[in-house]
């Protein structure tokens, strides 16, 4: 081998960058689009004033708190009969940036962060998957961003989001789209599906959800609404928007109530909101537990929060629980109850699985009991948790009220299944994209999905053995309606390759059926040898 003097391998070096910098990528003309839709705060949001200059308010790190209060603070107006809720400030109009055919907005939210930037990416994991899949920025690939302050029913964004389908499935040739939502754009696609049906059934194919709270979140929202949200953990909360700050955003915001529990659905343990309250009768003074349901709670929050203020400008206003917003909201949640799935497009449901999920809420204790309610706003709630995502219960997430092709539980938490290796190869197979999965194991019509996935490595005499475990869950349409436990599957795969290049593999299935029939079933077993 002949020396390579420096400047030869920094040539080369320079050589081989430039070559994968001006890589062409990979593009498949033959996929059908797609169109990403986040949550709340999935989105950025520019001011723009009166001059035409613009700035992102909507996630930045630098006078974040500052120019949070002073351009995103809003005030619902119930006189517009609109359901909108008016920034504070008159002098600036929010927008939502649409470079990159509406993907910038909503791929990282701080594209100037570096350190720490895990906490502000939303859709970009799955982008840059979907890119290597083929798909094409502005032919088959788009996002639509929103201001998520505003009702998942407001006029003004669903005029957008019918502009955006319509412009798609033009780019892509008039191909109708797939949609992929997350969170609270489960809702905003749910209202335009059942007030733009027409619009709905012409341009879209199929709609995957994503931790959609079609229930509501109710823990999570009950505190969000008395104590605030935070939405960057660890330590760059110090540069962040403060807790205090965004609590009296959500205050005057209809799409933070549009996504408390529905009063009117089955759930199987009712969401409270519990007060360990201090109380003199006959003279004694005792402590006790008081629980409260959905619509019950209404006037403990109304209570809690009557004092709430803020200062703007010099002027204090008072920002008490919105029983204006939510009216709204409670409309909302009747138009939601009766949406239905136009008979051309197929609907599937991701929802997030094991993790301890806000249900229930409590505040204070029997050794420090609450005397008046405006403590709560001060104080840190104790949950009672069920199964779901961290956010969104997995009860709720699954009561989508739609004729699916498929609901998915997968082990993963409210942000990060976005991004979640199991939810991409979901996608890929749905889709129909790149090359096909060949561990990829649907079974009958209801999809079975791993939910862990693990691979081991042997080596025995030299010669490499691979186990691939697969662990699966399925969600019938049957054992939903009925509250039945679920079947579960197991799938074992063993490939075996001998010295003499000969292959051996065994695929095996088993069914452990319903817990009442107490019985195991192996659906299919495979043995195949080749050389």
């Known amino acids: ?7 030869e391998l920094i040539k080369s070096i320079e050589v081989w960058l430039k070559v994968v910098k001006n890589r062409i990528p990979y593009v498949d003309p033959d996929l059908d689009p797609v169109l990403l839709v986040p949550g709340i705060a999935g989105s950025i949001l520019n001011a ?27 005030r619902f107006d119930p006189s517009t009969g609109t359901g909108q809720t008016v920034s504070m400030d008159q002098k600036t109009k929010i927008l939502v940036p649409e470079d990159r055919f509406g993907l910038y907005a909503i791929d990282v939210l701080d594209p100037d962060m570096i350190i720490g930037r895990d906490g502000v990416i939303y859709f970009h994991d799955m982008i840059e998957e979907m890119l290597m899949w083929g798909y094409q920025e502005g032919k088959t690939l788009f996002g639509f961003g929103y201001d998520f302050r505003q009702s998942n029913r407001l006029q003004e964004t669903l005029d957008e989001f019918s502009d955006k389908l319509q412009s798609a499935y033009t780019a892509a040739g008039g191909k109708k789209l797939t949609i992929i939502t997350h969170s609270m754009g489960g809702l905003l696609v749910k209202c ?14 199929s709609w995957i959800a994503i931790a959609a709270p079609f229930r509501g979140a109710p823990g999570y929202i009950t505190t969000s609404l008395l104590n605030g949200m935070s939405f960057v953990e660890g330590w760059e909360q110090n540069f962040f928007i ?12 209809p799409s933070i109530y549009e996504l408390m529990a529905c009063p009117n659905f089955d759930w199987n343990t009712s969401p409270l909101l ?24 209404i006037s403990i929050m109304e209570d809690a929060l009557s004092c709430n203020t803020v200062t703007y400008e010099g002027e204090e ?24 799935l136009p008979s051309t497009v197929k609907f599937y449901n991701i929802y997030g699985t094991n993790n301890d999920t806000p249900h229930s809420v409590c505040y204070g204790s029997e050794d420090a009991p609450i005397s008046d309610l405006k403590q709560i706003l001060f104080l840190g709630a104790k949950y009672i948790s069920v199964d779901g995502d961290g956010t ?7 009561a989508d009220g739609l004729d699916a092709v498929a609901r998915v539980g997968v082990q993963a938490d409210h942000r990060g299944i976005v991004c979640d290796r199991h939810v991409f190869r979901i996608l890929k197979h ?74 051996a593999e065994a695929h095996v299935t088993v069914c452990l059926e319903s817990e009442s029939k107490q019985q195991v079933e192996v659906r299919a077993v495979s043995v195949s040898v080749g050389g």
């Open 1 to 7: 081998m002949g020396v390579v003097s420096l400047e």
């Open 48 to 74: 723009v004033d009166a001059n035409g200059t613009e700035e992102r308010v909507w996630v930045r790190i630098l006078g974040a708190d500052h120019e949070f209060r002073t351009k995103l603070w809003s």
């Open 192 to 205: 335009f599906m059942c007030l733009r049906s027409d619009v709905f059934e012409k341009y879209v194919k």
């Open 242 to 253: 403060s807790k205090w700050s965004m609590h009296q955003l959500l205050i005057e915001c």
């Open 274 to 297: 519990q007060v360990w309250r201090e109380k003199i009768e006959c003279g004694n003074t005792c402590t006790i537990l008081e629980s409260y349901g959905p619509e019950e709670s």
């Open 317 to 340: 206003l008072p920002l008490p629980l919105n029983l204006d917003i939510l009216k709204w909201a409670s409309k909302t949640h009747e138009i939601l109850s009766r949406a239905k």
């Open 392 to 398: 969104v219960p997995a009860e709720s997430a699954k």
């Open 430 to 503: 749905w889709l129909k994209a790149g090359e096909p999965d060949p561990f990829y194991n649907p079974i009958i019509d209801y999809v079975i999905l791993p939910t862990a996935f693990e691979i081991e490595k042997h080596c025995e005499e030299g010669v490499p053995e691979i186990t691939l475990k697969e662990e699966w869950e399925m969600v019938s349409e049957d054992d939903y309606d009925n509250h039945k436990t679920p079947h579960l599957v197991g799938s074992l795969f063993v490939s075996h390759t001998g010295k003499d290049e000969s292959h």
